[in-house]
C-alpha cells in the first residue's frame, strides 16, 4: 500500500525574499488542498487565545490534512512567525450571492510598503494575492472585483489588527476591528476609511505594540457583523458557505 505523500514544511532560507517565501507557504497550502469534504478537520474557535491557536496550527503541519479559508488563516499566521517585517492581519468578506449570504476570510500581509494576502478558498483569485498593492483598499478592491466575476456582491469587509509575532501570546486574534458596509459606500467613501486605519496600523511599527493595541482600541469598531447567537461556533460558519 503505497502512504500519500506528506508535503514538506516549508522553511525560510536567509537568500529568499520576502515574496518568495510567501509564494513558499502558498505552495505549501495549496499542496494539502482545499477540503471539499464538508467536514472540518481542525476545530477553530475565534476566541481562542493565539498561543492555542498556534498549537492548532502545528497540528495541521503533522496531519497534513485538507483546508478551508479560516485553517489558512490560522496556519499563514503560523508559519510567518518570525518574520518581524512581515505584518499579518485577518481580512474577512460577507457576499450575497442568488439570495444567500457566503462568509470568507484571508491573511492580510504588509511589508515594506506593499499589501498582499494569504489563504485558501475553492476559486484561485480570491486567496492569495501578490505583495504588490500599494494600499490597504488596492488590495480590498482586487478581492471586490474577483468576487464580481462570479457575480457575488460583496455587502461587509472586516479587518483585523496586526498579529503578534509571539506564539506564547495569551491574546486572542482581533478579526473585527473595522466593519465597513461597504454595499451602502461610494468607494471614495471606503478608500478613505481604509486608508486610515492602514495609518493607524502602521504606526504599530514604531509604537511598542501594546501602546498601538491601545491606540487601535481606542477607534470606533462600528457594528458587529455577526449576532451574538453566531458567538458558539465561528468556525464552522465562517466557511461552510465559502462560495470562492
Not at 532560507?13 to 505549501?28: C, D, G, V
Not at 472540518?40 to 495541521?60: D, S, V
Not at 472585483?145 to 486574534?173: M, R, T
Not at 493607524?200 to 458587529?224: F, I, N, T
Amino acid at each position: 500500500c503505497v502512504q500519500p505523500s506528506v508535503p514538506p514544511v516549508p522553511n525560510y532560507k536567509l537568500s529568499m525574499s520576502i515574496p518568495e517565501w510567501l509564494q513558499a507557504i502558498q505552495t505549501y497550502m495549496k499542496m494539502l488542498q482545499y477540503n471539499h469534504t464538508g467536514t472540518q478537520f481542525f476545530e477553530i474557535r475565534k476566541t481562542r487565545p493565539l498561543n492555542g491557536l498556534m498549537e492548532t496550527a502545528r497540528e495541521m503541519t503533522r496531519e497534513s490534512l485538507p483546508i478551508k479559508c479560516l485553517e489558512a488563516v490560522i496556519l499563514g499566521i503560523y508559519l510567518t512567525n518570525g518574520q518581524p517585517s512581515v505584518e499579518r492581519f485577518p481580512i474577512s468578506f460577507k457576499t450575497h450571492f442568488s439570495g444567500n449570504y457566503f462568509h470568507h476570510v484571508v491573511l492580510g500581509i504588509y511589508c515594506n510598503g506593499r499589501y498582499g494576502s494569504l489563504g485558501m478558498s475553492r476559486r484561485s483569485d480570491l486567496m492569495d494575492k501578490p505583495l504588490t498593492y500599494r494600499t490597504l483598499s488596492d488590495l480590498i478592491f482586487e478581492f471586490e472585483d474577483s468576487y464580481k466575476k462570479y457575480l457575488h456582491s460583496v455587502k461587509k469587509v472586516k479587518i483585523g489588527l496586526y498579529v503578534p509575532h509571539e506564539p506564547h501570546s495569551f491574546q486572542p486574534i482581533e478579526w473585527k476591528q473595522l466593519v465597513l458596509n461597504v454595499s451602502k459606500m461610494m468607494r471614495t467613501e471606503v478608500r478613505k476609511e481604509l486608508e486610515k486605519f492602514a495609518r493607524d496600523m502602521r504606526m504599530k511599527v514604531v509604537l511598542k505594540p501594546s501602546s498601538a493595541h491601545s491606540l487601535m482600541k481606542e477607534r470606533p469598531r462600528g457594528k458587529s457583523l455577526s449576532p451574538r447567537r453566531r458567538q458558539g461556533s465561528p468556525q464552522r460558519r465562517a466557511c461552510r458557505r465559502d462560495k470562492s
